[in-house]
């Protein structure tokens, strides 16, 4: 189901979601296993630097230097070659599906490999060219008012019409067993409002005004150079409206329960219940149950301004985004056009990606899920999810004792804490049930209408649980994803089958390697419960105060100690962190080493460490963790992320949470004169 992006806890950004074995040489995605009984890539070290100097590069140093990022990606790390490895069974698997596969397709083997098969038929898409828009524009030409503009922005759930409201079915904040309707601020054409806002980004400002203009002027839109230059200045106007990414970290500030009738009472420019019935929500749904409104101050400010815009305008910013959105769906021209834009001048990447990587990611899009049912049947032993199984409750028995004897907080809150944990719920690998895809229409040689089909089958698929009980079957990342997330409402940690490989798991490694790579995972995975946005949901999910007042102050000092820390780190000469939007994903690392070092430690049942390859027990547990974020980013990306990623850059991920931890010190024998050394009153332990 689609639920507010804000409210997942992943241990990336989705749009980061790729990983690097060591081995990996200058930006090959290799898949050489580590050395038998082993797991860390002591070649990839760069030994000249004191860890005590900069943790990050004595690790990584050597294999940082060395890789070379490809010309395809804006970025190349530990998530990059686990993912390409995942690319490439994809495409062997929808290549497989497509062999004899009858045109008009049937079964869901057969549609996969025909999806794949047509979207990789580039030819018939240039031979379309714009025409795959032309109903689209003709509906966007008759939006003669705002009224009929609305009616187009709910069709945008299920077809490839832009709305700057986002509708969602999640589940509620005050009772998360239910679904409810959601409605918050949507998009704009930049990665955010600071794009349009501060003067440091007004190069892609400038460079965005133009790719509007080049896209109107793709789909022939009438004085395309003049209504560019408006709509950019329109977005601007929406930007300053949204609430910054920070604030959407507050459940608290989101959960905003109102009936249809209060909501057209605050917000009377906007119809709320045609904007509801056209993305195909009955009204019986939405008239008898309350809608979550989850920016609303927002949402009152971006419906005046739309209701004020100029009709010619406000068409020509609708047909915009509908070419933006579709262009991976339309011939090459719109292709490169987006490519050049929000790839190349946004991130930086040098080089459009292969037609077939760009068919296996639309084919992801569209029927991830039947994908994933085929890539766990041959890529993932049942064998290696009941070992992850087992790690996962060796980090959740030391959180437990870690909550036991929480020195800050008042035993009232450290029991409800403990009941928390104790209810998580824990997923490993893949769902217990997939998805039918029967109803899915997928047809030879029609690209852009078959992810028509495929975006009106998901929303489908999404409405089919309005008004019902939440599903906890299903899951936010297919079993091909790198990545692993928190579910804050379900109280779940979920940890797909593509992430549980080397350099994050390897059954027949070095013990302390795993404790700290994916030991560290899971720790990352549950502190998030406990963060500053995640403490905030109770045992069941539910959102609301639960803590003490007294206890809030307390973990609020600790947090902010933290968080100066980041705000100290710079990326760039005069670039700082955000720690108000780093927070929780700093707290989860913190918390996250912290616990795999205890079960680490737990493990070895009163025993000394083996020292391995020269390397203490303790060492190679921050080793373990050190190498998962080793990464290389190209300058505009890494920009954007401290703009907008909750997640802080793969250095401060290392050096960060390392330097606050006494066992650190004492493994790498770290002194007072070295860079990252803070006194023992400075260091910061929150879980």
Do not use: C
């Not at 062999?99 to 996969?112: G, V, Y």
């Not at 709320?272 to 019935?277: A, E, G, I």
């Not at 940690?493 to 560290?520: H, K, M, R, S």
């Amino acid at each position: 189901m689609t639920k507010k992006s804000v409210l997942k806890k992943s241990l990336l950004a989705a749009s980061a979601t790729w990983l690097v074995v060591a081995g990996a040489q200058l930006g090959r995605a290799e898949t050489k296993p580590y050395p038998a009984g082993w797991g860390f890539d002591t070649a990839g070290m760069n030994r000249s630097v004191k860890p005590g100097d900069d943790f990050f590069s004595f690790a990584n140093g050597t294999y940082i230097k060395n890789i070379r990022i490809p010309d395809d990606r804006s970025s190349f790390g530990a998530f990059d070659v686990l993912a390409e490895t995942a690319r490439e069974r994809v495409k062997t698997l929808l290549m497989e599906a497509g062999r004899n596969a009858p045109d008009s397709p049937i079964t869901t083997s057969e549609k996969l490999g025909v999806y794949y098969a047509t979207f990789l038929d580039e030819s018939k898409a240039n031979q379309l060219g714009n025409a795959p828009l032309k109903p689209y524009l003709t509906d966007i030409r008759n939006a003669h008012d705002v009224k009929s503009a609305v009616a187009l922005f709910g069709k945008a759930s299920h077809q490839f019409f832009y709305s700057p409201f986002e509708i969602s079915i999640m589940a509620g904040f005050d009772d998360p067993t239910k679904y409810v309707i959601a409605l918050g601020q949507g998009r704009l054409g930049m990665p955010d409002r600071d794009y349009y806002l501060k003067p440091e980004f007004a190069a892609k400002k400038k460079a965005y005004r133009a790719y509007v203009e080049k896209m109107l002027g793709l789909i022939n839109w009438p004085n395309a150079a003049l209504e560019a230059t408006r709509i950019v200045t329109f977005e601007t106007e929406l930007a300053k409206a949204e609430w910054p990414l920070q604030a959407l970290r507050d459940p608290l500030r989101l959960n905003n329960p109102m009936s249809l009738a209060q909501l057209q009472a605050k917000v009377p420019e906007i119809d709320w219940s045609l904007l509801l019935t056209e993305a195909g929500i009955k009204p019986e749904d939405f008239k008898s149950e309350k809608l979550v409104v989850l920016e609303p101050a927002a949402i009152r400010n971006m419906a005046a301004h739309i209701a004020g815009l100029d009709n010619a305008t406000r068409q020509a910013w609708m047909a915009f985004h509908l070419a933006d959105d579709a262009a991976p769906y339309l011939s090459h021209n719109f292709v490169q056009a987006s490519f050049d834009f929000n790839a190349h001048e946004l991130e930086g990447q040098p080089k459009l990606s292969a037609r077939w990587k760009q068919s296996v990611t639309a084919t992801s899009a569209a029927m991830g899920w039947a994908i994933g049912q085929q890539y766990v049947k041959r890529y993932f032993p049942p064998s290696a999810k009941a070992s992850i199984t087992s790690l996962v409750g060796e980090v959740k028995e030391v959180f437990a004792e870690r909550l036991r004897h929480n020195p800050w907080m008042s035993p009232e809150t450290r029991e409800k804490a403990g009941r928390k944990l104790n209810n998580f719920r824990i997923e490993v690998g893949y769902p217990t049930k997939w998805r039918d895809y029967t109803s899915l229409e997928v047809k030879k040689g029609d690209i852009f209408g078959n992810a028509t089909r495929a975006m009106a089958f998901k929303w489908q698929h999404d409405l089919s649980h309005v008004g019902k009980d939440v599903d906890r079957t299903e899951w936010e990342m297919t079993p091909q994803t790198v990545n692993a997330y928190n579910e804050p409402t379900q109280v779940e940690i979920v940890f797909p089958a593509a992430i549980l490989q080397p350099p994050f798991f390897d059954p027949n490694g070095d013990t302390a390697v795993n404790y700290g790579a994916i030991g560290g995972v899971i720790g990352h995975e549950m502190t998030h419960s406990f963060d500053d946005e995640g403490r905030q949901f109770d045992e069941k999910g539910r959102v609301h105060q639960w803590w003490t007042p007294e206890d809030i102050k307390r973990f609020n000092a600790l947090a902010d100690r933290f968080g100066a820390q980041y705000e100290k780190f710079e990326v760039f000469p005069g670039l700082h962190l955000n720690s108000k939007l780093t927070m929780g994903e700093n707290i989860a690392d913190l918390g996250g080493l912290t616990l795999a070092l205890n079960a680490y430690h737990a493990s070895l049942k009163g025993k000394p460490a083996p020292v391995v390859h020269g390397l203490t027990g303790d060492q190679r547990v921050f080793l373990g963790w050190a190498q998962v974020w080793r990464e290389k980013l190209r300058d505009d990306v890494v920009r954007k992320r401290v703009t907008t990623d909750p997640h802080s850059p793969p250095k401060a991920r290392v050096n960060l949470p390392a330097h606050n931890l006494n066992d650190w010190y004492d493994a790498f024998d770290v002194k007072p004169k070295d860079k990252l050394y803070i006194p023992p009153e400075q260091r910061v332990v929150i879980w």
